[in-house]
T-cell receptor, first 114, second 115 residues
Framework: SQKIEQNSEALNIQEGKTATLTCNYTNYSPAYLQWYRQDPGRGPVFLLLIRENEKEKRKERLKVTFDTTLKQSLFHITASQPADSATYLCALDRSGGGADGLTFGKGTHLIIQP | DAGVIQSPRHEVTEMGQEVTLRCKPISGHDYLFWYRQTMMRGLELLIYFNNNVPIDDSGMPEDRFSAKMPNASFSTLKIQPSEPRDSAVYFC?????????????FGQGTRLTVV
């Protein structure tokens, strides 16, 4: 099964700077990779999905890259704001089959300081 | 649609008692998942259903855990008897494809505390 590593340490970023979060996976390269945001006391909320043949995906201030050679995805938030403070989770297919749920990383807690 | 709805939001129970968590998925979604989240282990998949049929329950920690989906709009996760180590946040999620090709929609979760 897939294993995912995210930086478990909290990431402190000054408001206005770009925050970059890392997701590394082992084993097979997935066809899709997703990023979720989770606020305290709430369920994860989907942000972006990137396919293996896409190098980069953007949505407003968010950008995701996907490097299947490095087995890594980077998640960027540009012009960060205190409201971006949350835990961000990376997710992949649980197995190569693709329809049996998601495996999640433990998430990176992002803190944007004013 | 109101999204995935879970109840209760919080549950405090004594060790040995039966606990039932409830979930209403998004209408039209063929897949329903039950996850458990703890600080130590993160989000773990317990069981999932496709068209109301349980497909994989290998994540269910023990026989004390059971899940049902009697119809497309309702699922339950039951713990009997409950133990303190079951304390966690339990999430229900639904999706149209079951994999990472489409987004999963999560409920607000049930925070379970077993004392």
């Amino acid at each position: 099964s897939q294993k995912i590593e995210q930086n478990s340490e909290a990431l402190n970023i000054q408001e206005g700077k770009t925050a970059t979060l890392t997701c590394n996976y082992t084993n097979y390269s997935p066809a899709y990779l997703q990023w979720y945001r989770q606020d305290p006391g709430r369920g994860p909320v989907f942000l972006l999905l990137i396919r293996e043949n896409e190098k980069e995906k953007r949505k407003e201030r968010l950008k995701v890259t996907f490097d299947t050679t490095l087995k890594q995805s980077l998640f960027h938030i540009t012009a960060s704001q205190p409201a971006d403070s949350a835990t961000y989770l990376c997710a992949l297919d649980r197995s190569g089959g693709g329809a049996d749920g998601l495996t999640f990383g433990k998430g990176t807690h992002l803190i944007i300081q004013p | 649609d109101a999204g995935v709805i879970q109840s209760p939001r919080h549950e405090v129970t004594e060790m040995g008692q039966e606990v039932t968590l409830r979930c209403k998925p998004i209408s039209g979604h063929d897949y329903l998942f039950w996850y458990r989240q703890t600080m130590m282990r993160g989000l773990e998949l317990l069981i999932y259903f496709n068209n109301n049929v349980p497909i994989d329950d290998s994540g269910m920690p023990e026989d004390r855990f059971s899940a049902k989906m009697p119809n497309a709009s309702f699922s339950t996760l039951k713990i009997q008897p409950s133990e303190p180590r079951d304390s966690a946040v339990y999430f229900c999620a639904s999706s149209s494809t079951g994999g990472a090709s489409t987004e999963a929609f999560f409920g607000q979760g049930t925070r379970l505390t077993v004392v």
